[in-house]
C-alpha cells in the first residue's frame, strides 16, 4: 500500500472546495488505505493534521498550490508533508509528531503550541513563531528549521523544544530574531546566526554551544539543507562562531534576577551628583546612619537618673519645725538609734513634748503610706525617745547678743538655735516659769509633767540667761535695740478674746480657766458651758471633767474646727457639742442663745482665741489685724526686729518652733553676711514611691524598728540594691564615695532606657528623664 | 492605682482606653525592650503583690497563714496623657512575644479626655474610617476578543499621563504663530508622590522617597514625580539633574522659597512642574503648625528660617482670596521664573466648589492642571475634627470635573490629579485605575507611600497616629536623629521601587484586559461597575450586580 498514490484537488469543477470537504476527502483516503497523497490545495486550512487512520504507516502529503492556515495542525508522528512552496499562518499548530517542509516562507503563529515533529522552513517566517512550544519528555522535542529569519514576538513563553534560525537571507538583515523575542520563555533552545537587537534579558541568556550541542547541530542541519535541497549552504554553515545559543533562565535565576543594588545606585549616581553626604551633605555633618530599635549612651531617648534628696518628703515637707524624718528612719534602720533620737535636737528643743505627746504630727498625716491605706509611720515613738536625747556639743559664746522676748515655745525654739551657733541669747518673760502656754495652759492629761519639766531643764541648761516676770515697757524694746544685736519678739498670743455680750464679766476666758487649773487653784462648775468650741476649748472641757463638771456643753456659731486627740478627749468626758450657737447674753444661771433658749451653767468659759498684746512695741514695728507684720524670714519692719510665733500668726506648737528655727536661720545669715540658701526642693510625687513593698497586714508599729523598715523613705536611697538587681543591662553600679557615702551610678554604655529602675525603687529616687540631644 | 488615689473626672482604667496591652507575666522575661521603645511611655515597670492565705482542708484549728510575694510586671499607664497608641512596637522587640496592645472592643471614653487644657485632640493620620467608595468600584469590562487583547505581562506598556496644559493641535499652532510659545507639557508617570514636606518627614525618609525616585527614572525608565510638599527643598538637590524629577511646591507659608529663588540661576534642570498648593484633603480648609521643636538646624536651613520657632502655614494664602487672584498672581509668576517652560497647576482640597476653580482655569493656558486632594487624604498633624469630619469624598469630585470638562469639550486639556486617601484599604492600584476611569489624569499618594515604603504603622483603627508629637516610632516624621536613625534612606527607596514595580504590574493587569497599552484609560467609564445604585447613578458608571 506505501506506494498507492491518490490526487486530491481542492477545486472541483472549477468550484473550490470547503476546508471541512477537502478535509474529508483526505481523511477518507487514507482509510482507504492510500499512503501517498498529493493535493491540489486552494487556500484550505488544516491539510494533513489528524491522520491517525493509518496508523503507524507513513503518510507523505504533498502540496501544491496555495496551502491555507494551519497546515499540519495537530499533525501525527506517521506524517510527512511537503509543500512545495510557502505557507500561511499557524503552520504546524499543535503539531504532535508530524514533518512539515515548507519549500517557501510561512506566516505568522508558525508551530504554536508544537509539541512534537520537526517544521523545516526554507525561507523566513512572520511574528509569533515557535511560541507556547513544549517538549513532552515521553517523545523527543520539536524542531522548528528556520533558513531564514524569524518575525517579531518570536518564541513567547516558549517551555521546550528547539529552533534554529540559519539567517540566510533575512527578512531584517540587521535582526534575525524579530523584535522582542522571547517574553516568557521558560524552556527549550534557541540556535541562532546572525546580528539581533536583543531578547527578554529576563526570561533568556546566551548560553555557550557545547560539543554535544554542536554536534547536535550539524548533523541535523545537513539533513535540513538537503531536505529543502539547499546542500550546498551547509559549508559555509557551519562556521562556529557565526552561531549563538540561547536558553530560558532557569526559575532561580529569574527570582534571582539583579537590578542595580541600591547601595551602589547611592554611591556612584545619587551621592555622585549631589556630593559626598548625599542629599544633606552640605548641611548636616552628623551620623545619619542606621541605628538598631533599642540603642544605648547618647542614642537612648531617655535616661534613669539618680535623684537621691532631690524632693522632700511628704513627711518632712510638711513639718513645720522642719525635721528630716526620713533621715531619722533610715539611722534607726542602721541601728544608730542614739542618732536619730538625738538628731532631733539639731532642729527642736521640745522633741519629746511636741512629737511625742502635744503635735498633731502634721509629718504622719502626710505619709505616703497612707495612700495605700497602710499606718502612717509613728513618729511618736521617736519622739517620746527623744527625751533621753544627748545634747550637741555647745560651743563658745563667741558671737552676737541677741535679746528674745517671750519663753514659750518659740523663743526658746529661737534662742535654742542662735545658742547651738555660739551666740548670746538673753530671754525675757513676764511669766513666772518658762514655756509658755505649753508648760502652763495645756493639761496634764495631754502631757505627764514630768516629760515637759524635763526638757525645759534642758533648755534651760543650754541657755543660762532667762529673766522671768519682766513686764517690759515701750522704752525697754527701745534700750535693748541699743543693747542688742537683734530682737526676736516671741510674746504669744496672751491676750483672750472676750464676746461683747451682756454678762460677760461673768466668764471666764480659756486662757485663765486653764491656767488656774493647770495651777490648782480653781473649781469646776457643775454645768459648764464652754463658748467656742475648737482644740482649747475641747481642753477646757478635758479639765472641767477632770475636776468634777457633771455636765459640759461646747457650743460654736459653726461647726467646730476641734480635732485629734483634743477632740476625742473631751468626747469621752461627755461633752456635748453645739452648733450653730449664737451666745445672746450670759446670766447668773447660765447662757442665753440668740434663739431665747437657756443652757443652764453654773461655769461659762470662754475659748474664742487669744490675741497678741503688743502694747509694747514702738510704733515703727508695723501690725496687721493685732499680729506683728513679718516677711517670709519673720523680719519686721524694722530689720534687727524679729517675731515669730503665735505674735505672728496663730498656729500649733510646731509652727512656732519652726518659725524660730527659720527666723534663727535669718538672723545667723544676716550676721554671717550670707545670702540664705532658699530650700527650693518640693514635695517627692507620691507615685514615684512603691508601697507594694511594704506589708499592708501591719496595723500598728511596736517598736523604732518595725517604723524604720516600713518607712518608704520617699526620695531618700534606702540603698537597698533593688536598681541594680532589677536593671536587664547591668547598667547600675554601686559606688562607694570616700570617707563614708555611696550613690548608684548608670553606665550609659549599657543602659537602655527602659526605666526599670525608676519603676522599681521603693523610695522613688530613681527618674527617667529626656536624654539630651546629643548631635 | 493606689487605692486612696484621688479620682478625677479624667481617672480612667485601662478598660476605657482604646488600646489595652495585654501581657504575659509567664513568657516576660523583663528585659526592658518594650518599656524602652514605647513612643509614648505608656508602659512602665510595677511592682505588684500577690497574696494568699493558706489554710488546710476542713477547719481544724490550725490557723490560716498568710503568704505574701512580690513580682515585677508591665503595666499600662491609665493617665490619658500616656495613652497606648497601639503602635505595637512592644510586640516587635519583645523575645519572647509576651507583649501587645489591642483594641478595645468597648467604645472608647478617652475620646472624651482628649482635651486637656481645653485644646482638642489633634494628631497624624488619616480619616478614622476604613474602605472608601473607591474600593467598592470594579472593572468589569473585560476584553474577550472584542478589543485587543492584552497580556499583562507579555505586551509592551508605556504607562505614561501629561501633565501641563493640552492645547487642541489648532490651538498650539495658533500659540506658536502668534506667541512663539506653547504651554509646556511633561510626560509622565500617573501615579506621583503627593507633597509630605521636608519637616513633615524625616530628613532620612525624605532622602530616601527622593533616592527611590531617581532609580525608578534613571535605572528603570518610569518618569516618576515627586512633589516636595511645602518645607523647600534642600539645595543640592535644587541644584542637581535630579531637580527634573521634582514638583516643586508652594503653600501659604512660602518656606523655603528665597532658596529656591537663589538656587535658580544654579539649576542645571527646571523642575517638573509647580504645585500651588491652596488646601490639603486631610485638613481642609485649615492650615499648619510645624512646632518649634521640630524646627533644628537642618529644616530651618532647608526652610530658610532661624531654628526653634514654631512655623505657621495659615489656611490661606494670606493675599489671595480667589481662584482669579491666585492665577493672575501665582500662576503667571510662577511660569515667570522659569520662562514658562515649566507647568504650574494649583492643588486644593475636595470640595463642592471645585468646579468653579475649575472653570476659571479651563479659560487660563498658564494654568498646567489642578490637583484634588479628596477627604480621606492624610496629614502629619490635623485636628481630629478636620481630619474626621471636613472634607468632600474625592470620587465624586473628580468625576464631576472631568464631566464638566467633557461638557465643555475640554477632557484632558486640563489634567486632573486625585488625591486622598488612594489606595487606604491596601487597592492603590485599583483606586488609582478607578480614579482614572473616572476621569483623573494622574493620582498622588502620600500615607500609601509612607506604609509601604517606610512600614508606618498608622491605620484608621486609630493606630499610631502620632506623626504630630514628633515621637513616630518608624523615624518616617520625626527629626530626632535617634528615632529617624531607625530608618535606613536605601532601603525606603529600595521599597518605593518595589511598590512601584509592583503598581504597575497591578495597573497593567487592570488596563490590559481593557484592551490598552500605551494610553491610559482616562474617562473610561464604561468600564466600571459598582453595585451600589446611588454610587452609580452620582458617578454615572455601572450598575452591577
Given at each position: 500500500m506505501d506506494d498507492k498514490l491518490i490526487t486530491i484537488s481542492g477545486k472541483i469543477d472549477g468550484i473550490r472546495l470547503d476546508s471541512r470537504i477537502l478535509e474529508e476527502q483526505i481523511q477518507d483516503a487514507v482509510a482507504k488505505g492510500y499512503r501517498q497523497l498529493e493535493v491540489q490545495a486552494?487556500?484550505?486550512?488544516?491539510?494533513?493534521?489528524?491522520?491517525?487512520?493509518?496508523?503507524s504507516d507513513p503518510v507523505h502529503v504533498t502540496v501544491q498550490g496555495y496551502s491555507g492556515q494551519r497546515?499540519?495542525?495537530?499533525?501525527?508522528?506517521?506524517t510527512l508533508i511537503e509543500v512545495n512552496g510557502p505557507v500561511s499562518d499557524?503552520?504546524?499548530?499543535?503539531?504532535?509528531g508530524a514533518q512539515i517542509v515548507v519549500r517557501g516562507n510561512a506566516g505568522n503563529?508558525?508551530?504554536?503550541?508544537?509539541?512534537?515533529g520537526k517544521v523545516y522552513i526554507a525561507g523566513n517566517i512572520g511574528s509569533r513563531?515557535?511560541?507556547m512550544t513544549k517538549q513532552n519528555p515521553r517523545f523527543p522535542a520539536p524542531e522548528l528549521w528556520v533558513l531564514g529569519s524569524v518575525g517579531d514576538?518570536?518564541?513567547?513563553?516558549?517551555?521546550?523544544g528547539v529552533a534554529v534560525i540559519?539567517?540566510?537571507?533575512?527578512?531584517c538583515p540587521d535582526n534575525v530574531?524579530?523584535?522582542?523575542?522571547?517574553?516568557g520563555m521558560v524552556g527549550g533552545k534557541v540556535f541562532f546566526r546572525g546580528p539581533h537587537k536583543g531578547f527578554s534579558q529576563v526570561d533568556a541568556k546566551i548560553a555557550p554551544i557545547t560539543e554535544e550541542d554542536w554536534q547536535w547541530l550539524t548533523r541535523n542541519l545537513e539533513a535540513f539543507l538537503r531536505t529543502i535541497e539547499r546542500p550546498h549552504l551547509l559549508e559555509s554553515l557551519i562556521?562556529?562562531?557565526a552561531w549563538q545559543l540561547l536558553v530560558a533562565r532557569t526559575p532561580k535565576e529569574k527570582a534571582g534576577?539583579?537590578?542595580?543594588?541600591m547601595a551602589s545606585f547611592h554611591r556612584d549616581v545619587w551621592d555622585k551628583e549631589l556630593?559626598?553626604?548625599?542629599?544633606?551633605g552640605d548641611l548636616v555633618s552628623s551620623d545619619r546612619g542606621p541605628i538598631p530599635l533599642i540603642p544605648t549612651?547618647?542614642?537612648?531617648r531617655y535616661a534613669p537618673v539618680w535623684?537621691?534628696?532631690?524632693y522632700k518628703s511628704p513627711c518632712e515637707a510638711s513639718c513645720p519645725t522642719g525635721i528630716p524624718v526620713p533621715e531619722r528612719w533610715r539611722l534607726i534602720r542602721e541601728g544608730r538609734v542614739d542618732e536619730a533620737v538625738d538628731l532631733a535636737l539639731t532642729y527642736t528643743p521640745f522633741p519629746a513634748s511636741v512629737?511625742?505627746?502635744?503635735?498633731?504630727n502634721l509629718c504622719m498625716q502626710a505619709c505616703t503610706r497612707q495612700q495605700a491605706q497602710m499606718p502612717a509611720v509613728d513618729i511618736t515613738r521617736l519622739g517620746k525617745a527623744s527625751i533621753d536625747a544627748k545634747l550637741p556639743n555647745l560651743p563658745e559664746i563667741t558671737g552676737k547678743s541677741i535679746a528674745i522676748i517671750g519663753a514659750g515655745p518659740a523663743g526658746l525654739s529661737v534662742a535654742w538655735q542662735l545658742r547651738l551657733k555660739g551666740h548670746n541669747v538673753t530671754v525675757f518673760d513676764?511669766?513666772?516659769?518658762?514655756?509658755g502656754k505649753m508648760a502652763s495652759?495645756?493639761?496634764e492629761t495631754r502631757i505627764p509633767k514630768a516629760i515637759i519639766t524635763a526638757e525645759l531643764e534642758r533648755v534651760q541648761s543650754v541657755i543660762p540667761h532667762v529673766h522671768l516676770r519682766q513686764q517690759l515697757e515701750k522704752a525697754d524694746i527701745e534700750r535693748f535695740q541699743e543693747d542688742y544685736d537683734f530682737l526676736v519678739i516671741?510674746?504669744?498670743?496672751?491676750k483672750p478674746r472676750m464676746l461683747p455680750?451682756?454678762?460677760?464679766?461673768r466668764a471666764l476666758t480659756a486662757l485663765e480657766f486653764l491656767k488656774q487649773s493647770k495651777a490648782g487653784d480653781i473649781r469646776s462648775g457643775k454645768q459648764v458651758v464652754i463658748i467656742g468650741a475648737g482644740n482649747v476649748g475641747c481642753d477646757v472641757a478635758t479639765e472641767a471633767h477632770r475636776l468634777g463638771a457633771e455636765s459640759i456643753t461646747l457650743l460654736d456659731v459653726?461647726?467646730?474646727a476641734s480635732f485629734g486627740k483634743e477632740r476625742k478627749d473631751a468626747e469621752a468626758a461627755g461633752a456635748v457639742f453645739r452648733w450653730p450657737c449664737v451666745t445672746r447674753e450670759i446670766t447668773a444661771d447660765g447662757v442665753i442663745l440668740s434663739t431665747g433658749e437657756k443652757i443652764p451653767a453654773d461655769r461659762v468659759v470662754v475659748s474664742i482665741g487669744d490675741a497678741p498684746d503688743?502694747?509694747?512695741?514702738?510704733?515703727?514695728?508695723l501690725t496687721e489685724r493685732g499680729y506683728i507684720q513679718v516677711n517670709a524670714d519673720y523680719q519686721?519692719?524694722?530689720?534687727?526686729i524679729f517675731a515669730i510665733g503665735d505674735a505672728v500668726k496663730p498656729g500649733l506648737l510646731t509652727d512656732a518652733i519652726g518659725s524660730g528655727r527659720k527666723a534663727a536661720l535669718a538672723i545667723l545669715h544676716t550676721i554671717d553676711h550670707q545670702i540664705p540658701e532658699a530650700d527650693d526642693r518640693s514635695v517627692i510625687e507620691?507615685?514615684?514611691?512603691?508601697?507594694?513593698?511594704?506589708?499592708?497586714?501591719?496595723?500598728?508599729?511596736?517598736d523604732v524598728d518595725s517604723c524604720g523598715s516600713q518607712c518608704s523613705s520617699c526620695g531618700a536611697?534606702?540603698?537597698?540594691g533593688i536598681c541594680v538587681a532589677i536593671c536587664p543591662q547591668v547598667a547600675i553600679r554601686r559606688m562607694e564615695i570616700i570617707p563614708d557615702g555611696y550613690e548608684y551610678r548608670v553606665d550609659a554604655d549599657r543602659?537602655?532606657?527602659?526605666?526599670f529602675c525608676a519603676g522599681a525603687c521603693p523610695c522613688g529616687v530613681w527618674n527617667l528623664v529626656e536624654n539630651p540631644l546629643v548631635e | 492605682m493606689p487605692s486612696n488615689r484621688p479620682i478625677t473626672p479624667?481617672?480612667?482604667?485601662?478598660?476605657?482606653?482604646?488600646w489595652q496591652i495585654v501581657w504575659d507575666k509567664d513568657k516576660?522575661?523583663?528585659?526592658g525592650q518594650c518599656t524602652a521603645i514605647c513612643p509614648v511611655h505608656a508602659l512602665e515597670l510595677g511592682v505588684f503583690r500577690k497574696r494568699t492565705v493558706a489554710l488546710p482542708l476542713?477547719?481544724?484549728?490550725a490557723p490560716p497563714e498568710n503568704h505574701t510575694q512580690l513580682f515585677y510586671g508591665i503595666r499600662q499607664k491609665t493617665d490619658p496623657a500616656f495613652?497606648?497608641?497601639?503602635?505595637?512596637m512592644c510586640t516587635m522587640v519583645c523575645p519572647n512575644g509576651a507583649i501587645s496592645p489591642h483594641r478595645s472592643d468597648?467604645?472608647?471614653?478617652?475620646v472624651f479626655h482628649r482635651?486637656?487644657?481645653?485644646l482638642p485632640r489633634s494628631r497624624g493620620g488619616?480619616?478614622?474610617?476604613?474602605?472608601?467608595?473607591l474600593d467598592q468600584?470594579?472593572?468589569?469590562?473585560?476584553?474577550?476578543?472584542?478589543?485587543?487583547?492584552?497580556?499583562?505581562?507579555?505586551h509592551e506598556f508605556e504607562i505614561r499621563t501629561l501633565l501641563g496644559r493640552v492645547l487642541p493641535p489648532e490651538d498650539n499652532l495658533k500659540f506658536i504663530r502668534q506667541n512663539g510659545w506653547i504651554p509646556p507639557v511633561r510626560e509622565i508617570y500617573p501615579l506621583m508622590i503627593g507633597g509630605m514636606s521636608f519637616g513633615a518627614l524625616s530628613p532620612n525618609m525624605w532622602e530616601g522617597l527622593q533616592m527611590g525616585v531617581v532609580y525608578l527614572n534613571e535605572e528603570l525608565g518610569m518618569p516618576v514625580r515627586i512633589s516636595t510638599g511645602e518645607g523647600g527643598c534642600p539645595p543640592r538637590l535644587l541644584r542637581s539633574?535630579?531637580?527634573?524629577y521634582v514638583i516643586l511646591q508652594i503653600a501659604?507659608?512660602?518656606?523655603?522659597w528665597d532658596e529656591i529663588i537663589h538656587a535658580i540661576p544654579d539649576m542645571k534642570e527646571d523642575p517638573c512642574a509647580i504645585e500651588i498648593k491652596y488646601?490639603?484633603?486631610?485638613?481642609?480648609?485649615d492650615g499648619g503648625l510645624l512646632m518649634w521643636y521640630k524646627v533644628n538646624r537642618l529644616i530651618a536651613a532647608i526652610r530658610g528660617v532661624p531654628a526653634g520657632v514654631s512655623l505657621p502655614s495659615p489656611p490661606?494664602?494670606?493675599?489671595?482670596?480667589?481662584i482669579e487672584e491666585s492665577v493672575a498672581k501665582m500662576i503667571q509668576s510662577m511660569s515667570m521664573a522659569w520662562g514658562f517652560r515649566v507647568p504650574v497647576y494649583p492643588k486644593i482640597s475636595?470640595?463642592?466648589?471645585?468646579m468653579a476653580v475649575l472653570n476659571n482655569l479651563?479659560?487660563?493656558?498658564?494654568?498646567g492642571g489642578l490637583g484634588i486632594d479628596g477627604e480621606d487624604g492624610g496629614t502629619g498633624a490635623a485636628y481630629n475634627i478636620s481630619m474626621n469630619h471636613m472634607g468632600h469624598p474625592i470620587a465624586s469630585n473628580i468625576r464631576d470635573a472631568y464631566l464638566g470638562l467633557v461638557t465643555a469639550g475640554?477632557?484632558?486639556?486640563?489634567p486632573l490629579i486625585a488625591g486622598g486617601?488612594?489606595?487606604?484599604?491596601?487597592n492603590l492600584a485599583a483606586n488609582a485605575a478607578a480614579l482614572i476611569m473616572l476621569g483623573a489624569s494622574g493620582i498622588q499618594v502620600g500615607k500609601y507611600i509612607m506604609q509601604a515604603t517606610?512600614?508606618?504603622?498608622?491605620?484608621?483603627?486609630?493606630?499610631?497616629?502620632?506623626?504630630?508629637?514628633?515621637?513616630?516610632p518608624k523615624g518616617?516624621?520625626?527629626?530626632?536623629p535617634r528615632l529617624y536613625?531607625?530608618?535606613?534612606p536605601e532601603l525606603v527607596a529600595q521599597r518605593l521601587v518595589d511598590v512601584f514595580l509592583s503598581f504597575d504590574m497591578e495597573l497593567r493587569k487592570i488596563i490590559a484586559p481593557l484592551?490598552?497599552?500605551?494610553?491610559?484609560?482616562?474617562?473610561?467609564?464604561?468600564a466600571l461597575g459598582v453595585s451600589d445604585y446611588h454610587i452609580a447613578e452620582r458617578l454615572k458608571i455601572n450598575y452591577v450586580v
Open positions: 486552494f487556500g484550505q486550512h488544516g491539510i494533513g493534521g489528524r491522520l491517525w487512520r493509518a496508523g497546515l499540519g495542525s495537530l499533525g501525527f508522528p506517521n499557524d503552520v504546524g499548530w499543535l503539531n504532535a503563529g508558525a508551530v504554536n503550541a508544537m509539541s512534537q513563531g515557535m511560541t514576538y518570536f518564541g513567547e513563553f516558549m517551555a521546550g540559519c539567517g540566510i537571507h533575512p527578512q530574531l524579530g523584535y522582542r523575542p522571547l517574553v562556521q562556529p562562531d534576577r539583579q537590578r542595580r543594588p556630593g559626598k553626604g548625599g542629599l544633606l549612651g547618647n542614642l537612648r535623684e537621691n534628696r532631690k512629737c511625742g505627746y502635744l503635735c498633731p513676764l511669766a513666772g516659769s518658762m514655756g495652759v495645756i493639761p516671741a510674746v504669744g498670743a496672751q455680750i451682756p454678762g460677760k464679766e459653726q461647726e467646730p503688743l502694747e509694747f512695741l514702738p510704733g515703727d514695728i519686721t519692719s524694722v530689720p534687727t507620691l507615685r514615684r514611691v512603691s508601697l507594694e513593698y511594704f506589708d499592708p497586714r501591719i496595723t500598728e508599729f511596736t536611697c534606702r540603698d537597698c543602659c537602655i532606657g527602659c526605666g | 479624667s481617672t480612667l482604667s485601662v478598660r476605657d482606653l482604646p516576660c522575661t523583663l528585659c476542713g477547719i481544724i484549728g495613652a497606648c497608641v497601639g503602635c505595637a468597648d467604645m472608647d471614653k478617652l482635651d486637656r487644657g481645653g488619616r480619616r478614622n474610617t476604613p474602605g472608601t467608595v468600584i470594579k472593572f468589569i469590562r473585560i476584553s474577550m476578543l472584542t478589543d485587543p487583547a492584552l497580556d499583562a505581562g507579555r539633574r535630579f531637580l527634573k501659604s507659608g512660602y518656606f523655603g488646601g490639603q484633603g486631610a485638613k481642609p480648609g490661606t494664602h494670606q493675599t489671595q482670596y480667589s475636595g470640595t463642592s466648589t471645585a479651563t479659560r487660563n493656558p498658564y494654568a475640554m477632557e484632558n486639556e486640563i486617601g488612594i489606595g487606604k484599604s491596601g517606610a512600614g508606618c504603622v498608622g491605620a484608621e483603627s486609630d493606630r499610631c497616629n502620632i506623626c504630630n508629637i514628633g515621637q513616630c518616617i516624621t520625626s527629626q530626632d536613625r531607625r530608618l535606613d484592551g490598552r497599552s500605551t494610553s491610559l484609560p482616562i474617562g473610561m467609564s464604561d
